[in-house]
C-alpha cells in the first residue's frame, strides 16, 4: 500500500535505474539502493523528480508546503473546520466558519451532565445541526439537520442516529426566497407523504394548493385574479379536491376602492353574498352586507370629523333595522397614529373596553387595555437605537406591577425571561440565554421555582465556544 501511495505522488515516469522505484522518500544516488528517508539527493537520474517538498506524510491529498498539519489527515486546505481549537482548513483562522457549539445541561443543582445538545452553523453562521441526548446515556439520538441556499433554508430533517432519516421537509423557493412548493416525508421512507405550494404572480401572492400524498392530484386549492394595480378580481376555492369550485368570490374596484364584492358560498353559481362599499374621496363611509347567515345583513358605517382620512366613529347595525347595535371610536394624532379606541359593545353609552396606544421620541411604545373605565393591562415595548426590539414588559392584571419581562440581544434573541404571575413581587419562574457575539447560542439556564436555584442549565463546555474567541 505504501509502495502504491508513493507512486501515486510521482509526478513524472519512473526512475531509469534499477534501484529507484519511485519512492517519494528517495535518498538513493544513481544505481543505490534508497533509504526511505525524507531527503531526494537522486540528482543524477532525470526521470526521478522526487522533492522534499513532495512529502504527503499524512496521506491527505495534500502536500506538506500546503497543509498547515501534515500529520493529521483531518487537517489541510478544504477540511470542514469543527469547534476543536485548530485551524482544520489550513486558512490561518481557528474555528470559523463551520464551527459548532456543544451544549451540555445540568441536572437540578447536582452538577451531573443530564443531556448533551450539539449546535452546528454553516460558514454564514447558519443553524445546521442540533443533537439531542434525549435518553440521556451520553449519546446523542436526536438529530435535526437543516440545509441553506442563498440565506434561506431549503430542507430539514430528523434522524434518532445520525444517518437514518425519520422525517424530511424540502423547499422550492423563488428567486425573492418565497417558498412555492413544501414537500413533507413524515415518515422517512423516501415518499413524500404530502406537499403543498404557494403561487405568485408579477410578486403578488395567487393561490395555494395541497396535494396528499404527493400525486400530482389537489385536495384544496385556491387561487386569485389580479389587475393591473394587484387587487384581487376573482377567487376561486376547491376544497375538496373534487376539480370544482366550492366558493367563488367577484370584486369590483374604482382605482384602488373596492365597491363590491360577490360571493358563491356552495358552489351552486349563485352570488348569496353581496357587500357593498360607499366611498367619499378616500374615505369609506359605509359597508352593507346581505345574504348569508347570521349576522347578516348588517350595516357599518363610519364617521369622520377631522380633515384626516381616519374615522372616529364606527357604527354597525346587524339587523339593518336602523338601530345601531355596537360603536368603536378612535382616536389619531396630528401624525396620524392612533392613540386609543373604545368599543361600546351594546351601544348603550358605555365603553366596555377601551385601549391607549403611546409611543415616545425614541419609537417606544406603550399600549393600554381597560374593561368598563378600569385598566386591566398594560404592555411596554423598547427599542434600541437600530429600532430593534430591546425589551417588553407586561402588567396583565393592571395593578401595577410588571408580570412579564423579556429582554432581547442585538440579534433578536430572547435573552431574558420573568414571570411573577400572579403579582405578589417574588419570581416564579426566570430563564436566560447566552450568544456570542456572532449571535450563536451558548448556554440557558431555568430557575423553574425562582428559588435560586437552577432546574435546568446548558453551557458551553470548558467555557468555550467556537467562533467567540
Not at 368599543?343 to 411604545?365: C, F, K, L
Request: with cysteine; net charge negative; aromatic share 12%.
Amino acid at each position: 500500500m505504501l509502495l502504491l501511495l508513493a507512486l501515486a505522488c510521482e509526478t513524472a515516469t519512473p526512475a531509469s535505474d534499477d534501484t529507484d522505484t519511485g519512492n517519494p522518500a528517495d535518498t538513493g544516488t544513481n544505481d543505490t539502493a534508497e533509504t526511505g528517508d525524507t531527503g531526494d539527493t537522486d540528482t543524477e537520474d532525470t526521470g526521478d523528480t522526487d522533492t522534499a517538498d513532495s512529502d504527503d506524510a499524512d496521506a491527505d491529498g495534500y502536500l506538506a508546503s500546503e497543509d498547515c498539519d501534515d500529520n493529521d489527515d483531518a487537517i489541510h486546505p478544504g477540511a470542514v473546520e469543527t469547534c476543536d481549537d485548530l485551524d482544520n482548513n489550513c486558512d490561518g483562522s481557528i474555528d470559523e466558519g463551520a464551527a459548532s457549539v456543544a451544549l451540555l445541561v445540568e441536572g437540578p443543582g447536582d452538577g451531573s451532565i443530564t443531556q448533551g445538545i450539539w449546535y452546528g452553523y454553516d460558514a454564514d453562521d447558519n443553524a445546521v445541526l442540533v443533537g439531542g441526548d434525549i435518553d440521556r446515556d451520553g449519546v446523542l439520538n436526536n438529530f435535526a439537520r437543516t440545509e441553506w441556499a442563498d440565506g434561506f433554508f431549503v430542507a430539514t430533517e430528523r434522524s434518532n442516529d445520525g444517518t437514518t432519516v425519520i422525517e424530511r421537509i424540502e423547499y422550492d423557493r423563488n428567486a425573492e426566497g418565497r417558498i412555492i412548493e413544501g414537500r413533507i416525508d413524515e415518515d422517512g421512507d423516501g415518499d413524500w407523504d404530502y406537499s403543498y405550494g404557494y403561487t405568485y404572480t408579477d410578486g403578488f401572492y395567487t393561490g395555494y394548493w395541497y396535494d396528499f400524498g404527493d400525486d400530482g392530484t389537489y385536495e384544496s386549492s385556491y387561487e386569485y385574479t389580479l389587475n393591473a394595480d394587484g387587487l384581487p378580481t376573482h377567487y376561486w376555492e376547491d376544497a375538496d379536491g373534487d376539480g370544482t369550485y366550492d366558493v367563488e368570490t367577484n370584486y369590483i374596484y374604482e382605482g384602488d376602492h373596492l365597491l363590491s364584492a360577490s360571493t358563491d358560498t356552495d358552489g351552486d353559481g349563485v352570488f348569496d353574498i353581496l357587500q357593498t362599499n360607499t366611498w367619499e374621496g378616500d374615505r369609506l363611509m359605509e359597508t352593507f352586507t346581505t345574504g348569508g347567515a347570521y349576522p347578516y345583513p348588517y350595516r357599518q358605517t363610519y364617521s369622520f370629523t377631522d380633515a384626516d382620512d381616519y374615522w372616529d366613529t364606527m357604527d354597525i347595525d346587524y339587523s339593518d333595522d336602523g338601530a345601531i347595535d355596537y360603536r368603536s371610536t378612535q382616536t389619531v394624532d396630528a401624525d396620524g397614529t392612533i392613540t386609543g379606541q373604545t368599543s361600546d359593545q351594546y351601544a348603550d353609552g358605555i365603553d366596555v373596553y377601551g385601549a391607549t396606544y403611546e409611543v415616545d421620541a425614541d419609537g417606544n411604545i406603550r399600549n393600554s387595555s381597560y374593561l368598563d373605565g378600569v385598566l386591566t393591562s398594560v404592555v411596554e415595548y423598547d427599542y434600541d437605537d437600530k429600532g430593534v426590539l430591546s425589551d417588553m414588559r407586561q402588567d396583565s392584571n393592571g395593578d401595577g406591577a410588571w408580570e412579564y419581562v423579556y429582554e432581547y440581544d442585538a440579534f433578536g434573541h430572547l435573552i431574558y425571561q420573568m414571570y411573577d404571575s400572579p403579582s405578589d413581587g417574588v419570581i416564579d419562574t426566570l430563564q436566560e440565554w447566552s450568544y456570542d457575539e456572532r449571535g450563536r447560542r451558548l448556554g440557558a439556564t431555568i430557575d423553574n421555582l425562582g428559588d435560586g436555584v437552577y432546574e435546568w442549565e446548558q453551557w458551553a463546555p470548558d467555557g468555550y465556544a467556537c467562533g467567540s474567541k
